[in-house]
């Protein structure tokens, strides 16, 4: 058996589109342009890439773009205050910080300074307590993202066994709490999990999200079963040339594919949902701060989803 392929890259496309015309909408109907303010702390290649990714299709949507780089020795306070004018910004709808930020800086201050009606990261403790309350408010991109793609496999969710490897805040535990919304039975798994393989193992959902290379082997995947792979990881790529590297996911792909059901592929898979879910969110927080109700498609879409 040969797993379907989850195609981040036309269900990321399909959902730019929505959100492309959705903002037309809210402009022709509201008089305002919604805007997404992403702020990177620090020179680090691979978040410099990801920052101008977002800018340009956030422009390319119909949404105002503001970017804010900050040099890696930026003073907190500095980067607090910056917040804090974001905040006031009325044409700032959504406010992102890269993560993670450099060392001296209190990432946990940095995420609670943010107005959480411009949290598009679900990040807040705001946005986080309504979650795990199972009440309406903006989701966390990547579970977010994920949980679309489950939805375009076609395989209700409900009753099945699902398997999250990973407990952060940003990616884990969001994404435990979705699936169990979904009414999924639902593991968390981690370090300390004592024989991970046989957890894995009886997953119909299998989500990993620990940020190491090709951890999970395919004889880990239970037959069928439907493989949501996070980790975007860069690995040395011999073949292709001396410093050369290549992205891999927390699955090994090559394996995994003969086993699953359906997987998605690094790359091309979650990392491109979840910039096509940071515009959907800024677009529903653009609603949100203005006393609205979100747009039809993405309300429906949250009642297929998680049944709310």
Same mark, same amino acid.
């Given at each position: 058996?040969t797993?379907r392929r989850?195609?981040g890259?036309t269900?990321?496309e399909?959902?730019r589109?929505? /959100?492309?015309e ?6 022709a109907?509201?008089? *305002? @342009?919604?805007?997404?303010a992403?702020? $990177?702390?620090?020179?680090? !290649? ?10 340009k299709q956030?422009v390319?949507v119909?949404?105002r ?17 910056l917040i804090?004018?974001?905040n ?9 910080v890269?993560?993670?930020v450099?060392?001296?800086?209190d990432?946990g201050?940095?995420i #609670?300074?943010?107005? !959480? ?8 403790e705001i ?5 795990? *309350? ?15 793609m489950l ?8 009753? $099945?066994d699902a398997?999250? @490897?990973?407990?952060?805040? $940003? ?9 169990l919304? #979904?009414?999924?039975t639902?593991?968390i #798994? ?5 024989d ?6 009886r997953a119909?959902?299998?989500? *990993?999200? @620990? ?7 395919g004889?880990?995947?239970?037959? &069928?079963a439907?493989?949501?792979d996070v ?6 790529a011999?073949?292709k ?6 992205l891999?996911?927390d699955?090994d792909?090559?394996?995994? @594919?003969? /086993?699953?059901?359906?997987?998605t ?5 979650? &990392?491109?949902?979840?910039? #096509?879910?940071?515009l959907?969110?800024?677009?529903? *927080? ?6 609205l ?13 998680f &049944?709310?």
């Amino acid at each position: 058996m040969t797993a379907r392929r989850i195609d981040g890259k036309t269900l990321s496309e399909a959902l730019r589109t929505t /959100v492309a015309e959705e903002v037309g909408r809210f402009q022709a109907a509201h008089g *305002a @342009v919604p805007g997404l303010a992403v702020v $990177l702390v620090g020179e680090d !290649p691979a978040s410099s890439v990801y920052v101008a990714s977002k800018a340009k299709q956030t422009v390319e949507v119909g949404m105002r773009s503001f970017e804010h780089r900050l040099p890696a020795d930026t003073p907190e306070a500095e980067l607090l205050a910056l917040i804090e004018k974001l905040n006031r910004d009325d044409a700032v709808d959504g406010i992102l910080v890269q993560l993670p930020v450099p060392r001296h800086i209190d990432s946990g201050r940095v995420i #609670a300074a943010i107005d !959480p009606l411009k949290d598009v990261d679900g990040l807040t403790e705001i946005n986080a307590g309504r979650l795990a *309350a199972g009440r309406p408010g903006l989701v966390p991109c990547t579970p977010y993202g994920s949980m679309m793609m489950l939805d375009w496999v076609g395989r209700p969710l409900a009753g $099945l066994d699902a398997v999250v @490897v990973g407990r952060s805040e $940003l990616v884990g535990r969001p994404m435990a709490q979705l699936l169990l919304m #979904a009414n999924c039975t639902v593991t968390i #798994a981690h370090s300390k999990t004592r024989d991970l393989a046989e957890v894995c193992r009886r997953a119909d959902v299998l989500v *990993a999200a @620990v940020g190491r290379p090709k951890m999970i082997p395919g004889d880990w995947v239970k037959p &069928g079963a439907t493989v949501i792979d996070v980790g975007i990881n860069r690995i040395p790529a011999p073949e292709k040339g001396e410093g050369k590297t290549r992205l891999v996911g927390d699955v090994d792909f090559e394996t995994a @594919v003969e /086993v699953a059901g359906a997987i998605t592929p690094v790359p091309g898979g979650v &990392g491109l949902m979840t910039v #096509a879910t940071l515009l959907a969110n800024t677009l529903i *927080a653009a609603h949100l701060r203005r006393g609205l109700t979100p747009p039809a498609v993405f309300a429906d879409l949250n009642r297929r989803l998680f &049944g709310r």
